[in-house]
């Protein structure tokens, strides 16, 4: 009669044969192979630990008694299979209950006691099993794996769950967030269990159909769905909707296997200008006449598109720009387009109530203007896969909702140009906002404009999203005249503290210059793409991508404006500025580039990349101030910051 051991070995044999033909290791690894002299040990205790998570053994004495999978290899008529066979009969009638002992090393287990006990449970596909836990620490460094490790066992002491695993930093506090939780505090006994639950239910409906065609782990998927779905429906919804919302989120899920620096298509204003042209020069010359051929949009059926604003215009100069930039997109489409604003969209329940509003009356587009309507912007265009949808914001990466913002740091740096040729002291005042993706590079250009013409000058930072700050007492005590304010003032509360502007001597302020937003050109520039047929261009949406608008001077969606009151020189020097950075001659971020903690690009390397300047989290080195986290900021700010906020960069460990 054919024992269990009998079939076990069988499978353990073909594993082995197969490792050998296609040139891998056919045996269980051994951690001490894999640990360098004088590594740490710490005790964990008892846990239940994933069978799948044990990867091998600790030492090489039971190395080649297993397959790689945990198979028994050794001659069935061997000791060593009438103790597996007696294993496997004590499981099958009341449980193994000695448990193993094994080492924990990065996240994988590797057993110093029960070899045998673990192949039966692996052969019985049993998910866990009782465990005496060693946790091996590996030295910390700046790899990612380890940085990841680290950020593990800080969720670890908070939350004893082994089984969720990421492939990159910051997810595990990611997903704390959206489960109303932080890395500090342990979570209730009864939150652990029911998270455990969930991602133990989703990982089973999750990687039998999808793991395979993708290198991101079943916990980067679980936190993908959580953006979306709530935890709850994870134990309470059937497996067949929790599989088809799986495969509704499929586009998102490929974005985020996307690890290669590119999961972003930024689409910059030669792309989209050059799709849309093209299209109309196809057609015939001009809009009107490529719309004759194509009447899915008409003064009888216009293309219907809402504005989706968290505050009112009156009280916002961010919304009120928008504003004006809705309705001038109405007049220069003459009847074809027409939209609709909802105000006060800031919750999740009234985005949803006004997205189900704008479907219900048949828009097409659906508009979010702050980043802090994209986690409900992306649940309701995964729940209306027929509507397109927007977010002003960048580097927020979303198949189905695309994302649009400009290239400001280009007006900044005209604008930190101008601002030296006019402080005599060397001191320059910047009021920014939120520490967001993208201002940071806003600050540095500004900051590398001010420098280059006068290699002396300061750049005093302040926030004005820091809670309890006098910023114009500091900023008086440096002896700051000049300043960069808000690019905008709000409609209600009119002040001349805006843009470059100078404090005279007499206490007067003096404006001198201001970048400013056309977004009625953005929007216009857009939705040409939706009129002409060009929103899906092949070179846009290929799988896996997602879309960033990412336009600047040269579309004319970025400009400045001047005051007649400075120099004609000072205007000279911004329009040849101007002129160079709209060619594509002259960026801020070309040759050597200075953080405030040393180099951070040499000469004669390449200029900084897209999504290199999207992403920084350094200062310049003439940059006085820092990036403020989360919790220094008023309330209202921090949602805005979490969503989108970027993170000082750690200083370089000193030798």
């Not at 630990?49 to 008529?77: C, H, W, Y």
């Not at 652990?192 to 395979?212: C, D, I, M, Q, Y």
């Not at 209600?492 to 007499?506: C, F, L, T």
Request: proline share 4%.
């Amino acid at each position: 009669m054919t024992s269990e051991y009998d079939k076990a070995k069988k499978l353990g044999d073909r594993q082995v044969h197969r490792a050998f033909a296609e040139g891998r290791y056919p045996y269980l690894p051994a951690l001490d192979d894999l640990l360098e002299p004088g590594h740490a040990e710490y005790p964990v205790g008892l846990a239940e630990i994933p069978v799948s998570m044990i990867a091998g053994t600790k030492t090489k004495g039971r190395q080649s008694a297993f397959s790689a999978e945990f198979m028994p290899i050794l001659d069935n008529r061997s000791e060593f299979a009438t103790k597996w066979n007696a294993l496997y009969e004590a499981q099958m009638e009341e449980g193994i209950r000695d448990p193993v002992k094994v080492y924990e090393y990065m996240q994988r287990f590797y057993v110093q006691e029960g070899n045998k006990r673990v192949s039966v449970m692996r052969w019985l596909d049993m998910p866990l099993i009782m465990a005496d836990v060693i946790r091996v620490m590996p030295t910390k460094t700046e790899e990612r794996d380890v940085k990841i490790y680290y950020e593990f066992i800080d969720f670890y002491s908070v939350a004893p769950i082994y089984e969720i695993t990421f492939s990159e930093e910051g997810r595990y506090a990611e997903l704390a967030e959206i489960l109303g939780r932080d890395l500090t505090a342990p979570w209730p006994v009864e939150t652990v269990k029911t998270v455990r639950s969930a991602f133990n239910r989703f990982a089973t409906l999750f990687e039998p159909r999808h793991k395979g065609l993708l290198q991101l782990t079943s916990g980067d998927a679980f936190l993908l769905y959580l953006k979306i779905y709530c935890l709850d429906s994870v134990l309470n919804d059937s497996s067949s909707v929790i599989e088809k919302r799986i495969s509704k989120i499929w586009r998102e899920l490929l974005i985020a296997d996307r690890n290669d620096g590119d999961k972003i298509n930024l689409v910059e204003d030669e792309e989209v200008l050059g799709n849309s042209a093209r299209a109309e020069a196809a057609a015939g010359s001009g809009l009107r006449m490529f719309l004759k051929g194509t009447p899915k949009f008409t003064s009888e059926r216009p293309l219907r598109i809402a504005f989706l604003y968290d505050k009112k215009p009156e009280e916002s100069s961010w919304i009120y720009s928008h504003e004006l930039g809705r309705n001038y997109l109405e007049q220069a489409y003459e009847g074809l387009v027409e939209t609709i604003r909802y105000d006060g969209c800031m919750t999740d329940e009234q985005i949803s109530k006004a997205v189900e509003s704008a479907a219900a009356d048949d828009n097409e587009l659906v508009i979010t203007v702050s980043p802090a309507q994209m986690k409900q912007a992306l649940r309701s265009a995964i729940g209306h896969p027929k509507m397109k949808f927007l977010n002003c914001s960048v580097n927020l990466s979303h198949s189905a909702v695309r994302s649009y913002y400009g290239r400001m740091y280009e007006a900044k740096f005209l604008m930190g140009a101008l601002a030296a040729s006019q402080a005599d002291n060397h001191r320059i005042g910047y009021r920014a906002d939120y520490p967001i993706y993208g201002s940071i590079a806003n600050i540095n250009a500004f900051a590398i404009g001010a420098a280059m013409v006068d290699p002396e000058a300061k750049v005093c930072l302040s926030w004005s999203t820091i809670k309890n700050s006098d910023w114009r007492e500091e900023m008086f005590e440096e002896g700051v005249s000049v300043f960069s304010g808000p690019d905008m003032v709000k409609p209600q509360m009119p002040s001349r503290e805006y843009g470059i502007y100078r404090y005279g001597s007499d206490g007067r302020i003096y404006n001198l210059a201001a970048p400013v937003w056309d977004w009625g050109k953005y929007y216009e520039i857009i939705v040409r793409t939706i009129l002409n047929g060009t929103w899906e261009a092949r070179e846009l949406t290929s799988d896996g991508q997602a879309v960033n608008y990412w336009l600047g001077m040269s579309s004319g969606v970025i400009d400045v404006i001047m005051s007649d009151k400075i120099s004609y020189y000072s205007r000279k020097l911004v329009n040849t500025l101007k002129q160079a950075v709209c060619a594509g001659s002259l960026s801020p971020f070309d040759g050597e580039l200075r953080s405030q903690d040393g180099v951070i690009k040499a000469a004669d390397a390449p200029r900084l990349t897209n999504e290199e300047i999207i992403t920084m989290n350094w200062l310049n080195d003439n940059v006085i101030g820092s990036i403020p986290d989360v919790g220094e900021l008023y309330e209202d700010a921090k949602e805005t910051v979490q969503v989108s906020g970027v993170k000082a960069a750690e200083p370089p460990a000193e030798n």
